[in-house]
């Protein structure tokens, strides 16, 4: 900084009537100094405290200050001219002080011009300065613009403007009376609103101060619309694919005209033209606001496929501008129509072993839609016998493909299914149900090829055996099944004769009373035929086991003694410990299992003089005879057999102990003695064999003669086949019938339960029959104590 000093002295003794003056840039820093006052004044700087020298600002603030002891004025506060001396229209700006001195007193005025400098920069009062032009002014046209404004003066004030690039707009600047500076905004070329709405400009004020300070303000030029511009569809021509069967109110399109223009020169509204039909009005509703297309009506391809359309979008200017667009709406097919199925024939119901290809039924098919919509395919379940044959176009026949069987399937129903090739593919179906009628091509069947029934001995004649039944899966007549018995003989006895079965539900029966001793099984067959023509028949093997009842008791047959007497035995008393004394044995004519034998004691005089072996019936001693023992020895065995209830036969064997066999067995210790083979126990046994035998031989004999006689033809009509000859309900109800040959059991028949004598065979004229009974349990072999009775033809 330096400081400008133009002094002026003006001299008087007593008071100072002249005018000091200083001249200092604004803005100095605090401390500085302006002047030495004292020097200027011509003071003396030793007295300069003794006469009080002192500084007074006249209606300032205190920005200057006095050093009392050097006598400098220097700066306190910072001076800002522009502050000091608001008004622009000052050349000059000037601080008024006076210093005051006692002792003389004396007053001096003091001036102190503030010298600018340029320390503001041009201000706009606005930082935005907004116009609205027309688009339609025109070139040249000028509009005014607020001028910037600077604090400092002279050459420091606003000198100049400039304005940013721009290709529709320059400025003037321009000099007002009292010298500012301001600019008018010149149009140098026609706006257009639709291509650039808004011009942002930027107005640059500078000042021709050292260095040059500047201040800018935006210049927004907003351009007004005119209706220059006509609504634009984003596509003239449109060619639209709808769905049929669309729904009331489904969007077709949103049509989007544009309108470059703003304001009521945009809004658009939508109508349809004159060379819109009737019937597209009728389908299609227009939205005249938004634009929008949609469906006002049904859409049906097969009524009507293309709707033809032209829109006019018009804005709402003064002048109202329109554009047009051409649409065209096709309307798709739609897979909405199901198939349909015809049964033009249908053959129900046939019978089951019709023949292969026989045509069953025609079914014709048909679809409204196009295309692959209207394509159909008929089918039917693949698990069954039959089969689809096209005979021509959409007609089929439906054919047997595999043999048809009615006891497997009785009746089919036959779904027939129709589905066409849309997406996605619609189907209808009908169900027919076909019958069969019944053919007799089953044979009838038994659950078991093989029976074997098991039947207690002694059994009641009439008695249910078992039921063999049949099963035949054919109806009707064909269904029926009749039982027979095939006739076989055994031993000249017809099975018809031995059993009899229930021809309607196979119920086998016997005819008589077996004997498990006599007859012990039986093998025929039985056939099961149905009522079809021609009629089928089966038959099943029947195997008849007599189970044996434990019908039989024991008989004794040693040692032999006669009916009801008792066994006497001599043994010497010598006997040693151990010795047979005697041997039981029975027998039993039932079966294995009834006829085992066990042999106990029943009595015994001395229980520890004897044993009795219970599986073979060997009675030993357990020690010699001693003299206290009695001389007589009686012993009750029982056989008893292994049936349930158990039977039994007992035998007493009477012993009698002789002293002179003493010495002669003692005799027999010394030296052997041969072998007696006509001992008492063999002797029984030779005498039973040879009895047996010669009753064999004797029976032989007469049956040989029997069959060698020659009966005469009787002219007599000979009883009936069941005829009743002999009944002995009191003495035969519990007896064996004995013949003398085995002829005579072709003769008769025998039905020991009841006591009944049946004829099975026409009897000769002139023969006769001698009948004896057993009573059962006696262990008689011949009929010489038996009941007797003589049959004379």
């Given at each position: 900084r330096y400081v400008i000093l133009a002094i002026i002295f003006s001299f008087a003794r007593c008071t100072s009537a002249s005018v000091t003056h200083y001249s200092i840039p604004e803005e100095m820093k605090e401390g500085s100094v302006v002047a030495n006052l004292a020097t200027d004044l011509g003071l003396d700087m030793k007295t300069l405290n003794q006469r009080k020298m002192r500084l007074d600002i006249i209606a300032n603030k205190k920005y200057l200050d006095l050093n009392k002891e050097t006598g400098e004025l220097y700066v306190v506060e910072k001076i800002d001219r522009e502050h000091i001396c608001?008004?622009?229209?000052?050349?000059?700006?000037?601080?008024?002080?006076?210093?005051?001195?006692?002792?003389?007193?004396?007053?001096?005025?003091?001036?102190?011009?503030?010298?600018?400098?340029?320390?503001?920069?041009?201000?706009?009062?606005?930082?935005?300065?907004?116009?609205?032009?027309?688009e339609a002014t025109s070139r040249g046209e000028r509009f005014s613009l607020s001028n910037a404004v600077d604090p400092d003066v002279g050459s420091n004030s606003v000198k100049t403007y400039y304005l940013s690039e721009s290709e529709y707009f320059n400025i003037e600047v321009q000099t007002g009376r009292d010298g500012s500076k301001f600019a008018d905004l010149i149009l140098k070329k026609t706006l257009d609103r639709e291509k650039k709405p808004v011009h942002n400009l930027i107005l640059t004020a500078i000042d021709g101060g050292t260095p040059a300070r500047s201040g800018t303000a935006s210049v927004i030029v907003r351009v007004l619309d005119t209706n220059d511009n006509t609504p634009t569809f984003d596509k003239d021509n449109m060619n639209i694919k709808m769905m049929e069967n669309s729904p009331i109110g489904s969007l077709v399109v949103d049509l989007n005209a544009t309108d470059l223009d703003e304001g009521s020169n945009s809004d658009i509204t939508y109508s349809y033209s004159l060379y819109t039909s009737e019937k597209t009005q009728e389908t299609f509703n227009l939205n005249p606001t938004t634009g929008e297309i949609t469906v006002k009506g049904v859409l049906n391809y097969e009524d009507f496929r293309i709707y033809d359309m032209e829109v006019i979008a018009a804005d709402k200017g003064a002048s109202s501008l329109t554009g047009q667009c051409t649409i065209k709406i096709l309307v798709e097919d739609m897979n909405d129509n199901h198939p349909e199925i015809s049964i033009k024939s249908f053959q129900s119901p046939v019978t089951e072993n019709i023949e292969l290809d026989t045509v069953i039924a025609v079914v014709s098919v048909s679809d409204k839609d196009s295309g692959d919509n209207g394509i159909v395919d008929l089918h039917i379940p693949d698990n069954m016998p039959f089969k689809l044959r096209e005979s021509s176009d959409n007609y089929y026949e439906l054919v047997v493909s595999e043999p048809l069987d009615r006891e497997k399937v009785p009746e089919y129903d036959i779904t027939f299914t129709v589905t066409d090739r849309g997406s996605p593919p619609l189907s209808d179906n009908e169900t027919m149900t076909l019958e069969l009628l019944d053919v007799n091509d089953n044979v009838p069947q038994f659950p078991q090829s093989f029976y074997t029934i098991r039947v207690m001995e002694n059994n009641a004649p009439g008695a249910l055996l078992s039921s063999l039944t049949a099963f035949d899966p054919d109806l009707h007549e064909n269904q029926y099944l009749v039982y027979f018995i095939i006739e076989k003989e055994i031993a000249n006895t017809s099975m018809s004769m031995l059993f009899s079965i229930n021809p309607e539900n196979g119920n086998l029966y016997a005819l008589k009373t077996f004997d498990y001793e006599i007859e012990k099984e039986f093998l025929f067959h039985i056939e099961a035929r149905d009522s079809g023509s021609p009629p089928l028949s089966s038959n099943v093997t029947v195997h008849i086991i007599i189970v044996d009842q434990n019908d039989n008791a024991p008989v004794i047959v040693s040692p032999w003694r006669a009916h009801g007497s008792v066994v006497e035995e001599k043994i010497p008393r010598s006997t040693d410990k151990g010795s047979l004394i005697a041997k039981v044995i029975a027998l039993d004519t039932d079966s294995v299992h009834n006829s085992r034998i066990t042999y106990q004691f029943l009595q015994v005089t001395d229980a520890t003089l004897f044993?009795?072996?219970?599986?073979?019936?060997?009675?030993?001693?357990?020690?010699?005879?001693?003299?206290?023992?009695?001389?007589?020895?009686?012993?009750?065995?029982?056989?008893?057999?292994?049936?349930?209830?158990?039977?039994?036969?007992?035998?007493?064997?009477?012993?009698?102990?002789?002293?002179?066999?003493?010495?002669?067995?003692?005799?027999?210790?010394?030296?052997?003695?041969?072998?007696?083979?006509?001992?008492?126990?063999?002797?029984?046994?030779?005498?039973?064999?040879?009895?047996?035998?010669?009753?064999?031989?004797?029976?032989?004999?007469?049956?040989?003669?029997?069959?060698?006689?020659?009966?005469?033809?009787?002219?007599?009509?000979?009883?009936?086949?069941?005829?009743?000859?002999?009944?002995?309900?009191?003495?035969?109800?519990?007896?064996?019938?004995?013949?003398?040959?085995?002829?005579?059991?072709?003769?008769?028949?025998?039905?020991?339960?009841?006591?009944?004598?049946?004829?099975?065979?026409?009897?000769?004229?002139?023969?006769?029959?001698?009948?004896?009974?057993?009573?059962?349990?006696?262990?008689?072999?011949?009929?010489?104590?038996?009941?007797?009775?003589?049959?004379?033809?």
């Open positions: 608001p008004t622009k229209s000052l050349a000059s700006c000037y601080l008024k002080l006076e210093v005051i001195l006692d002792n003389p007193v004396r007053i001096f005025n003091i001036e102190v011009e503030i010298l600018d400098i340029n320390d503001n920069a041009p201000q706009f009062r606005r930082d935005a300065i907004h116009l609205d032009i027309s044993s009795l072996d219970q599986y073979n019936g060997e009675i030993r001693t357990m020690r010699m005879f001693s003299y206290r023992d009695p001389r007589h020895q009686r012993l009750v065995v029982v056989a008893k057999d292994n049936g349930e209830p158990a039977l039994s036969a007992t035998v007493t064997i009477k012993l009698t102990t002789m002293e002179t066999a003493v010495k002669a067995y003692s005799d027999m210790t010394e030296e052997p003695l041969e072998y007696d083979i006509f001992s008492d126990i063999n002797l029984y046994l030779v005498i039973g064999l040879g009895s047996v035998s010669f009753l064999l031989l004797i029976t032989i004999l007469v049956t040989i003669v029997i069959k060698c006689q020659k009966p005469k033809p009787s002219k007599a009509a000979p009883p009936s086949r069941n005829s009743v000859i002999s009944e002995r309900n009191s003495t035969i109800a519990d007896s064996t019938l004995v013949s003398n040959d085995a002829y005579w059991y072709s003769l008769f028949l025998a039905e020991t339960r009841k006591g009944k004598l049946v004829v099975r065979q026409p009897l000769p004229k002139g023969s006769r029959y001698i009948v004896s009974s057993i009573p059962r349990g006696t262990g008689l072999t011949d009929t010489s104590d038996s009941a007797a009775s003589t049959l004379q033809v």
